[in-house]
């Protein structure tokens, strides 16, 4: 039975199936890339984001990822926009494959600050684009090197990233029914009344009930996208509604490249014909001779292992935050990796204080002088960058004060309300460790 | 195909039925009908216009006595120039926390009330005769640097008068100069107000960033926030385990800090309140917005009247009561504290508004 269903899957994961939409991803997320990485460059995101601050916060596991100096980070820069670009052309693809995931992921490892749902999921794209043979056709790997050139590719390559979206949107959809979003419009409610300056559409946003509709809307669209793009028949109405979803979130928020990887992304959905045609704008023709090859029985079993693995741990990994007490959207505990986006308006104020029991001293940190305000409006939020803080000013108060006991005076405001005091204020920081475990010093929200 | 959509529909089901977190019914905080330009016109014509026209009539006559004791270096001169820096500085306590608009853009903060003092690169600065004053980045100008080179520059007064009368001219040209900056700043900022910005800013409506709300919001936190720690956390040496630094208190040589921190306290109320006008605690009372059940309006409003008291009981100079014993200073820093909060993270909450002084340089998702 078991190997009835494995032989089932590998028979379907392994199919092969025409490579065009994959090509249209490759060249498509290659381009995109690059272009973010000039754009990171334009805005001086190099200098504000990685070489004024003195502090970095760094996600649990990754403490050791080291931030070279401004050449350093512009060569890294560099890398990462040269390897895009050779992606997209299919050059030396998967060596540069491995260096665009292997620098990008560098980039956003070293200051967890700067975490962004979308980065995370350029990583995932990218570490899947090693392993596809994404340059088996239309790329200079296959013009140089005739024999790599197939016309078909395993399904698995495609499925993959389709998987990806469905559980993106999936997930961010899941996250919206919540009791703010649905019932009381938050945080939509606040942010849409401040693009009154929209013509025409910005006009309804002056009433509460423009946000109702946007919420429901949004979680709507979000739970049920990923899988009426499956269906061929809905998929043109359902692409409609990509491209008008969010070119409206591109125009009202600051988020970035998030809508055009969405937007482009979402075309890997579409049949080979599709992408035969579109890409037969810019030269593409798909071979007449059906061409394509299959790993070995073993290969394919241990890929088909892999995959699964994957796929649990992406599936289980957004739904982690059940395992902790209390709200996530408060306590922040499961919060990044989960596709929470754009989900809270959250500020917070955090004054440390340090103290010196033995001579009986203590001062207030200002929070400036380690930190820029980003990281600061970041760290106000978040416990666990609390504690990352809490060690950093230890370490530098150590010649002034033995065994400082270091402890926070922390306010948190959610969606519109007053603050709440998030944490404990008596507990020493310190002497907290960053794991795994739920942080007991996080205040319930009352 | 069909099997998917019954995992569609299975999810879609599932997840209406996960625990959400409820609270009881509260009031919208975003949905209102407050009339933002009615409290913009109040600020701008009773509190805004009338302090920085006030400052520039302080600022005229302090320039006026600079002149007189130029002409005449005497102890009946010195004495009039020391009254007007005061009163002017004393006025500068009532519009300095209006840091957005003209006075945003021209840093005038900064260029006027740089404290503590560098009396060092003063020092220096009228030794080689050479200055820059388009930048504020050395601590040598505005009020501070008035401060020292009228109060500070010796121990005695005929010591200060002789340095002005035997040496050579650059004490002279110093003088002259730090008050005609101060002077040229003050009218730029007024005349745009007056003649420009006023229009600008109050029909400047929303919630928005940029908006005359958040310049506001924003504007009076930060403030508040400078208070806190210039004029009170450093040189009480709160934030600094304690070791105190009297000499970093605001006029410090002048020994006038602490009318200077009632001033200012006092103005960052009126800034509030709006003085008997529509202000941010109407808005805050017509949105209906509390605060550990009670109303966030009137907390804010009791912290500062907190402030404001403890702050009244101090005579002595701020570096004279710290020199002893900085206690009395530490309780009125903790007063001003206990309202960071409401101010800071509160009241753009619920006011809806993003505290903007934050500045986000990156995207966000």
């Known amino acids: 039975m078991n190997n009835y269903i494995e032989n089932k899957i590998l028979k379907s994961w392994f199919q092969p199936i025409r490579i065009a939409p994959l090509i249209s991803f490759r060249i498509f997320f290659g381009l995109l890339m690059a272009w973010g990485m000039i754009r990171f460059i334009q805005n001086g995101w190099i200098e504000k984001l990685y070489v004024e601050p003195k502090f970095f916060f760094k996600y649990y596991g990754f403490e050791w990822v080291p931030v070279p100096d401004e050449t350093g980070l512009y060569i890294l820069v560099y890398t990462i926009l040269v390897s895009a670009l050779f992606i997209a052309l299919g050059f030396f693809y998967r060596l540069s494959a491995i260096i665009f995931f292997g620098s990008f992921t560098w980039l956003e490892l070293m200051d967890a600050t700067n975490y962004l749902n979308h980065y995370y999921l350029v990583c995932l794209f990218a570490f899947w684009l090693i392993f596809v043979p994404a340059n088996r056709a239309f790329s200079l790997d296959a013009f140089i090197f005739k024999n790599i050139k197939r016309s078909h590719v395993p399904a698995w390559s495609i499925y993959i990233f389709i998987f990806q979206m469905v559980l993106v949107y999936t997930c961010a959809g899941i996250a919206k029914l919540n009791y703010d979003w649905l019932f009381r419009a938050m945080p939509l409610g606040i942010w849409l009344p401040e693009h009154t300056d929209i013509p025409v559409l910005g006009y309804f946003f002056q009433f509460k009930w423009t946000a109702y509709i946007f919420s429901w809307g949004g979680a709507i669209y979000d739970l049920s996208i990923g899988w009426l793009l499956l269906f061929s028949k809905m998929r043109p109405w359902a692409y409609v509604a990509v491209v008008v979803f969010h070119l ?10 998030f809508p055009i990887i969405m937007i482009g992304s979402t075309l890997i959905f579409f049949s080979a014909d599709f992408h035969e045609r579109l890409l037969g704008y810019i030269g593409y023709k798909s071979s007449t001779t059906e061409s394509h090859f299959s790993p070995s029985k073993l290969g394919q079993q241990i890929l088909l292992k892999g995959i699964l693995i994957y796929m649990i741990i992406q599936v289980v990994l957004p739904f982690r935050h059940w395992l ?50 980003f990281q600061e409006k970041q760290m106000s939020i978040q416990p666990d960058f609390m504690i990352q803080f809490a060690k950093h000013l230890k370490k530098t108060y150590k010649n002034k004060v033995e065994k400082p006991e270091i402890t926070v005076d922390a306010h948190v405001a959610i969606n519109g309300r007053t603050s709440r005091r998030f944490i404990d204020s008596t507990i020493n920081l310190a002497e907290q460790r960053d794991n795994f475990l739920t942080k007991k010093w996080i205040l319930s929200y009352k | 195909m069909k099997k998917l959509l019954y995992v569609f529909i299975a999810t879609l089901l599932m997840s209406f039925l996960l625990p959400s977190c409820r609270d009881n019914p509260e009031p919208d905080p975003c949905e209102n009908g407050f009339n933002q330009e009615a409290m913009f016109s109040n600020l701008v014509n009773n509190l805004i216009l009338p302090g920085y026209q006030e400052l520039e009539a302080k600022v005229n006559t302090l320039a006026n006595k600079s002149d007189a004791f130029l002409n005449n270096v005497s102890q009946t001169e010195l004495d009039a120039l020391r009254e007007a820096w005061e009163s002017a500085y004393i006025s500068w306590q009532k519009v300095a926390q209006f840091s957005f608009g003209p006075a945003g853009n021209t840093s005038l903060r900064k260029h006027l009330n740089s404290f503590p003092t560098n009396r060092a690169i003063i020092e220096v600065n009228v030794d080689a005769n050479i200055w820059d004053f388009t930048t504020y980045a050395r601590f040598d100008k505005g009020f501070p640097a008035l401060d020292y080179i009228i109060n500070g520059l010796d121990s005695t007064d005929q010591a200060i008068l002789n340095k002005y009368n035997i040496e050579n001219n650059n004490y002279k040209t110093y003088l002259n100069e730090v008050v005609t900056d101060i002077q040229s700043r003050v009218q730029d900022v007024n005349a745009e107000w007056r003649f420009s910005y006023n229009q600008v800013f109050v029909t400047n409506t929303g919630t928005a960033e940029g908006t005359a709300l958040s310049q506001i919001v924003n504007a009076l936190s930060e403030n508040y926030e400078l208070i806190k720690r210039e004029k009170l956390g450093v040189p009480s040496g709160v934030t600094n385990l304690g070791f105190v630094y009297p000499n970093r208190t605001e006029g410090y040589y002048g020994k006038i800090s602490t009318p200077l921190l009632k001033q200012a306290l006092q103005s960052a109320k009126d800034f509030y309140m709006g003085l008997d006008g529509p202000g941010l605690d109407d808005f805050l009372i017509e949105i209906d917005a509390e605060k550990e059940e009670e109303l966030l309006a009137e907390v804010i409003e009791n912290r500062f009247d907190f402030a404001i008291n403890i702050a009244n009981e101090l005579e002595e100079p701020l570096s004279e009561i710290i020199s002893e014993n900085a206690q009395p200073v530490v309780r009125v820093y903790n007063e001003v504290a206990a309202n960071m909060v409401p101010l800071k993270t509160d009241m753009p909450s619920v006011l809806c508004v993003a505290i903007t002084y934050i500045d986000n340089p990156s995207d966000s998702d």
């Open chain 1, 248 to 257: 409206m979130t591109w125009m009202l928020f600051n988020i970035g490249l």
């Open chain 1, 324 to 373: 902790y007490p209390g709200n996530v959207l408060w306590t922040e505990e499961g919060y990044r990796f989960s596709w929470r986006v754009m989900l809270v308006e959250k500020s917070g104020s955090a004054t440390f204080h340090i103290h010196d029991r033995k001579n009986n001293r203590s001062s207030e940190i200002i929070n400036g002088q380690y930190l820029t305000r």
